[in-house]
Protein backbone atom coordinates (compact mmCIF):
# COMPACT_ATOMS: atom_id res chain seq x y z
CA UNK A 1 0.00 0.00 0.00
CA UNK A 2 1.38 3.55 -0.98
CA UNK A 3 1.99 5.80 1.51
CA UNK A 4 -0.37 8.96 1.94
CA UNK A 5 1.14 12.38 1.31
CA UNK A 6 1.82 13.77 4.60
CA UNK A 7 3.95 16.52 6.63
CA UNK A 8 5.87 16.05 9.75
CA UNK A 9 7.48 18.00 11.23
CA UNK A 10 10.14 16.48 14.00
CA UNK A 11 11.73 18.41 16.89
CA UNK A 12 15.42 17.26 18.08
CA UNK A 13 16.59 18.64 20.93
CA UNK A 14 20.51 18.16 21.04
CA UNK A 15 21.34 16.96 24.01
CA UNK A 16 25.04 18.95 24.28
CA UNK A 17 23.67 22.26 23.02
CA UNK A 18 20.77 24.74 24.25
CA UNK A 19 19.32 25.12 21.25
CA UNK A 20 16.42 23.29 19.49
CA UNK A 21 17.06 21.66 15.79
CA UNK A 22 14.03 21.66 14.18
CA UNK A 23 13.99 18.68 10.99
CA UNK A 24 10.91 18.70 8.63
CA UNK A 25 10.64 15.25 7.11
CA UNK A 26 8.45 14.89 4.30
CA UNK A 27 6.44 11.41 3.66
CA UNK A 28 5.65 11.16 0.20
CA UNK A 29 5.22 7.75 -1.53
CA UNK A 30 8.94 7.67 -1.93
CA UNK A 31 9.11 5.06 -5.14
CA UNK A 32 7.14 7.50 -7.44
CA UNK A 33 9.16 10.42 -5.86
CA UNK A 34 12.11 8.26 -7.06
CA UNK A 35 11.02 7.74 -10.46
CA UNK A 36 10.59 11.23 -10.90
CA UNK A 37 13.87 12.29 -10.14
CA UNK A 38 15.54 9.60 -11.86
CA UNK A 39 13.21 11.02 -15.10
CA UNK A 40 14.70 14.41 -14.72
CA UNK A 41 18.24 12.99 -14.25
CA UNK A 42 18.05 11.21 -17.39
CA UNK A 43 16.73 14.03 -19.14
CA UNK A 44 19.17 16.18 -18.04
CA UNK A 45 21.99 13.59 -18.31
CA UNK A 46 22.95 13.79 -14.84
CA UNK A 47 24.18 11.14 -13.10
CA UNK A 48 23.78 10.79 -9.40
CA UNK A 49 27.66 12.02 -8.04
CA UNK A 50 27.12 14.67 -10.20
CA UNK A 51 23.77 15.81 -8.13
CA UNK A 52 25.21 15.22 -5.15
CA UNK A 53 27.79 17.71 -6.04
CA UNK A 54 25.39 20.36 -7.43
CA UNK A 55 23.01 20.25 -5.07
CA UNK A 56 25.75 20.19 -1.80
CA UNK A 57 23.84 16.84 -0.56
CA UNK A 58 25.89 13.64 0.14
CA UNK A 59 26.31 10.61 -2.21
CA UNK A 60 24.95 8.67 0.21
CA UNK A 61 21.69 10.60 1.08
CA UNK A 62 20.99 11.06 -3.02
CA UNK A 63 21.32 7.10 -3.75
CA UNK A 64 18.86 6.38 -0.74
CA UNK A 65 16.56 8.78 -2.35
CA UNK A 66 16.44 7.11 -5.76
CA UNK A 67 16.16 3.66 -3.94
CA UNK A 68 13.00 4.62 -2.22
CA UNK A 69 14.07 6.05 0.97
CA UNK A 70 12.22 9.35 2.76
CA UNK A 71 14.17 12.45 1.99
CA UNK A 72 14.21 15.09 4.63
CA UNK A 73 12.85 18.35 3.44
CA UNK A 74 15.82 19.86 3.22
CA UNK A 75 17.18 17.40 0.86
CA UNK A 76 14.17 17.71 -1.45
CA UNK A 77 14.39 21.53 -1.51
CA UNK A 78 18.41 21.15 -2.52
CA UNK A 79 17.44 18.74 -5.24
CA UNK A 80 14.92 20.45 -6.51
CA UNK A 81 17.05 23.57 -6.77
CA UNK A 82 19.54 21.78 -8.23
CA UNK A 83 17.41 20.29 -10.50
CA UNK A 84 15.85 23.21 -11.78
CA UNK A 85 12.23 22.53 -10.78
CA UNK A 86 9.61 22.80 -8.23
CA UNK A 87 9.41 21.08 -5.64
CA UNK A 88 5.77 20.72 -5.76
CA UNK A 89 6.10 19.08 -9.35
CA UNK A 90 7.93 15.96 -6.95
CA UNK A 91 4.91 16.01 -4.96
CA UNK A 92 1.92 15.98 -6.89
CA UNK A 93 0.47 12.85 -8.67
CA UNK A 94 0.72 13.21 -12.58
CA UNK A 95 -3.00 13.60 -12.66
CA UNK A 96 -2.64 16.84 -10.57
CA UNK A 97 -0.08 18.20 -12.12
CA UNK A 98 -2.39 18.08 -15.73
CA UNK A 99 -4.77 20.03 -13.52
CA UNK A 100 -2.48 22.34 -13.07
CA UNK A 101 -0.77 23.02 -15.89
CA UNK A 102 -4.84 23.19 -17.33
CA UNK A 103 -5.28 26.53 -14.97
CA UNK A 104 -5.15 30.14 -16.45
Same mark, same amino acid.
Given at each position: ??? +? ?5 ? *? %? @??? /? ?7 ? $? ?25 ? +? ?5 ? *? %? @??? /? ?7 ? $? ?31
Amino acid at each position: MPE +ALSLSIF *I %N @TMA /NKKETDIDI $FVLVETSKLAEKIQAILDKKFYNRPYL +ARISGVS *I %N @TIH /NLLNGRNPT $FATLLCVTKALDVQLYTLLIDSKSNEKLNNIT
